[in-house]
Nanobody, 128 residues
């Protein structure tokens, strides 16, 4: 059974950092682009970042550029989202998603409809 499990969420003060993890089970991430999305109460789901299957190309939403970094460790079958300089408006449930398997390499896009498998989410709260 293909499964994505997010972890690393929690409560952090403004300006603080968190690292989210997205671990895959039941399949290898080598042939999948991975995206991170978030949804705050009363708001639409927002694309945050994505990384292509090779890990050589990334994309970020303008709201997180320079503060968030996505990376992947295919040996650990895990993708990470390092979040620094967190702001109250970053508070949301964060989801990771996988697009694939990709028979041909392509650049990733942070569009939810492109992704085939989704995790259950991890809550991030930013408050003093």
């Amino acid at each position: 059974q293909l499964q994505l499990v997010e972890s690393g969420g929690g409560l952090v003060q403004p300006g603080g950092s968190l690292r989210l993890s997205c671990a895959a089970s039941g399949f290898t991430l080598d042939y999948y682009s991975i995206g991170w999305f978030r949804q705050a109460p009363g708001k639409e789901r927002e694309g945050v970042s994505c990384i292509d299957s090779r890990g050589g190309s990334t994309n970020y939403a303008d709201s997180v550029k320079g503060r968030f970094t996505i990376s992947r460790d295919n040996a650990k079958n895990t993708v990470y989202l390092q979040m620094n300089s967190l702001k109250p408006e970053d508070a949301a449930v964060y989801y990771c998603a996988a697009e694939g398997p990709l028979l041909l390499h392509k650049l990733c896009v942070v569009i939810g409809g492109k992704y085939d498998y989704w995790g259950q989410g991890t809550q991030v709260n930013v408050s003093s």
